[in-house]
């Protein structure tokens, strides 16, 4: 079902728009849940099919994998079945970028699997090796991922964005750094920074929408969006959707 947004905005409070004739779908933190993201792309499918926009675009903000136990399946979804008839956009989160660090160093393994990794290892058929060494463990672990990993995988997950704009909107996983040009932004803050975005009264230039933080509902403020609503444990996945200046949600 798709529930308009009002949020906190007044008259007072610029009114933030996309271009004219594009529909936008931005989807927050799957975490590993195909199930919802299937039962999502299904929403949005319908929403387009009751009234079809000049041009759809589905954002999809990032961490796609880890915590859920599909991940491998996630990747196979976005690769192979995307929104008929909208253009996809993926961008990058922390969560892929854990990953891609420890296909390089393995010596991040144990922080890596205590963030969820673990869970996308066993989605790619990568067990615990048994060994009691743990810099060895995560050697082989890596070794196997190295392995089972589809080329195309790995293709996607190196070629993701690390922003992206639309009109008044950007879209980044956890935010930027105040004060700081959006094409200047660099990719520490972009997928971890916190407190001094969320925190932030700034007039960014566009209205920033994220993920990376969990908030029960839409976090909608002045200068920003949060739209991670925990799908990973909460089963609910969110998409904002963006038309002219105004504003909708859809959820699983």
Same mark, same amino acid.
């Given at each position: 079902?798709?529930?308009?947004?009002?949020?906190?905005?007044?008259?007072?409070?610029?009114?933030?728009?996309?271009?004219?004739?594009?529909?936008?779908?931005?989807?927050?933190?799957i975490?590993?849940?195909?199930?919802?993201?299937?039962?999502?792309?299904?929403?949005?499918?319908?929403?387009l099919?009751?009234?079809?926009?000049?041009?759809?675009?589905?954002?999809?903000?990032?961490?796609?994998?880890?915590?859920?136990?599909?991940?491998?399946?996630?990747?196979?979804?976005?690769?192979?079945?995307?929104?008929?008839?909208?253009?996809?956009?993926?961008?990058?989160?922390?969560?892929?970028?854990?990953?891609?660090?420890?296909?390089?160093?393995?010596?991040?393994?144990?922080?890596?699997?205590?963030?969820?990794?673990?869970?996308?290892?066993?989605?790619?058929?990568?067990?615990?090796?048994?060994?009691?060494?743990?810099?060895?463990?995560?050697?082989?672990?890596?070794?196997?991922?190295?392995?089972?990993?589809? /080329?195309?995988?790995?293709? !996607?997950?190196?070629? *993701?964005?690390? =922003?992206?704009?639309? +009109? @008044?909107?950007?879209? #980044?996983?956890?935010?930027?750094?105040?004060?700081?040009?959006?094409?200047?932004?660099?990719?520490?803050?972009?997928?971890?920074?916190?407190?001094?975005?969320?925190?932030?009264?700034?007039?960014?230039?566009?209205?920033?929408?994220?993920?990376?933080?969990?908030?029960?509902?839409?976090?909608?403020?002045?200068?920003?969006?949060?739209? /991670?609503?925990?799908?990973? !444990?909460?089963?609910? *996945?969110?998409? =904002?959707?963006?038309e +002219? @200046?105004?504003?909708? #949600?859809?959820?699983?």
């Open positions: 079902m798709l529930s308009r947004l009002f949020g906190s905005r007044n008259r007072e409070e610029r009114r933030y728009a996309v271009p004219e004739g594009t529909r936008l779908y931005v989807i927050g933190d975490h590993g849940r195909a199930d919802l993201l299937r039962a999502l792309h299904a929403r949005i499918r319908a929403d099919n009751a009234s079809r926009p000049g041009r759809a675009v589905v954002i999809y903000l990032g961490d796609y994998i880890d915590r859920g136990e599909a991940s491998f399946d996630v990747l196979d979804m976005l690769l192979d079945k995307p929104v008929a008839g909208a253009e996809s956009v993926h961008l990058l989160g922390n969560h892929e970028d854990f990953m891609l660090t420890f296909l390089r160093d393995a010596s991040v393994g144990d922080l890596w699997l205590k963030n969820g990794g673990d869970a996308t290892l066993y989605s790619y058929g990568v067990g615990l090796p048994p060994v009691a060494d743990r810099e060895e463990r995560h050697r082989l672990m890596r070794e196997a991922l190295e392995t089972k990993l589809p /080329d195309r995988h790995l293709a !996607f997950l190196t070629g *993701l964005k690390l =922003l992206h704009v639309e +009109g @008044d909107y950007a879209f #980044v996983h956890a935010g930027i750094k105040p004060g700081r040009p959006l094409d200047e932004q660099v990719a520490e803050d972009a997928l971890w920074i916190r407190a001094e975005f969320l925190d932030s009264r700034a007039d960014h230039g566009k209205c920033i929408v994220h993920g990376h933080t969990v908030t029960k509902d839409v976090d909608v403020r002045s200068n920003r969006i949060g739209v /991670d609503t925990g799908a990973y !444990f909460s089963g609910l *996945l969110t998409c =904002l959707v963006l +002219g @200046d105004e504003r909708a #949600v859809l959820q699983t």
